[in-house]
């Protein structure tokens, strides 16, 4: 199970930290993984790490900007998001993909996993 949480509203330029709180056993796939889906525009892929914490995959249009980990201890996963701005407005979910591969999929049809998404808001 994947349960996201931490978003918000924001003014541009902010910052906002998700969540990813995933059971153990979900925890320990392959891949965790970051979406978003803004309205009318199909879900896409924000960033990606290994089970490992050695790899991470990013989208171009956040690169940057936001920082994927995770916390074995915890069992989460984070998105620390910086310099927020309009287009990153969305609802944002954690996926994860079980099937080992490189480099990550940014495929939302490959992950096996999703949790309900959680809103970011960011205002001009």
């Known amino acids: 199970q994947l349960q996201a949480s931490g978003g918000g509203m924001m003014q541009a330029g902010g910052s906002l930290r998700l969540f990813c709180a995933a059971s153990g056993r979900t925890f320990s796939t392959v891949f965790l993984a970051w979406f978003r889906q803004a309205p009318g525009k199909e879900r896409e892929f924000v960033a990606a790490?290994?089970?490992?914490?050695?790899?991470?995959a990013y989208a171009d249009s956040v690169k940057g900007r936001f920082t994927i980990s995770r916390d074995p201890a915890k069992n989460l996963v984070y998105l620390q998001m910086n310099s927020l701005n309009p287009e990153d407005t969305a609802i944002y979910y954690c996926a994860a993909d079980a099937t080992n591969r490189y480099p990550a999929s940014r495929r939302v049809s490959d992950y096996d996993y999703w949790g309900q998404g959680t809103l970011v808001t960011v205002s001009s």
């Open positions: 790490i290994r089970n490992s914490g050695d790899y991470m």
